[in-house]
């Protein structure tokens, strides 16, 4: 599996920005996905997380309520909605892909797209 995020960019606080990642390969639907983000000088971090059906989410406490995963098995293609954004989100977001929800969680997926920069401004 491939993975390529898309959709970073500039934006003001408390603006919104959508991301894609696009997936190749007949196996997507069958993989859980998540996305990260690493920002200047720290660790990746855990960012959200979708099941491979669609129907189970989880986020991380600093985005919950804010952000939106969800996915479109047809397209081969997970989104990361961003609502409100705060400073602090800046960074570079990649997804990755994995066999369960827990094995993405903890950063062991397989399958891992570059990332896409996200840049909140004041």
């Known amino acids: 599996v491939q993975l390529q995020a898309s959709g970073g960019g500039l934006v003001q606080a408390g603006g919104s920005l959508r991301l894609s990642c696009a997936a190749s390969g007949r196996t997507f639907s069958s993989y859980a996905m998540g996305w990260f983000r690493q920002a200047p000088g720290k660790e990746r971090e855990f960012v959200g997380i979708?099941?491979?059906?669609?129907?189970?989410?989880d986020y991380a406490d600093s985005v919950k309520g804010r952000f939106t995963i969800s996915r479109d098995n047809a397209k081969n293609t997970v989104y990361l909605q961003m609502n409100s954004l705060k400073l602090e989100d800046t960074a570079v977001y990649c997804c990755?892909?994995?066999?369960?929800?827990?094995?993405?969680?903890?950063?062991?997926?397989?399958?891992w797209g570059q990332g896409t920069q996200v840049t909140v401004s004041s």
């Open positions: 979708i099941d491979w059906s669609g129907l189970n989410t």
């Open positions: 990755a892909a994995g066999g369960s929800m827990l094995v993405v969680r903890n950063k062991a997926a397989p399958y």
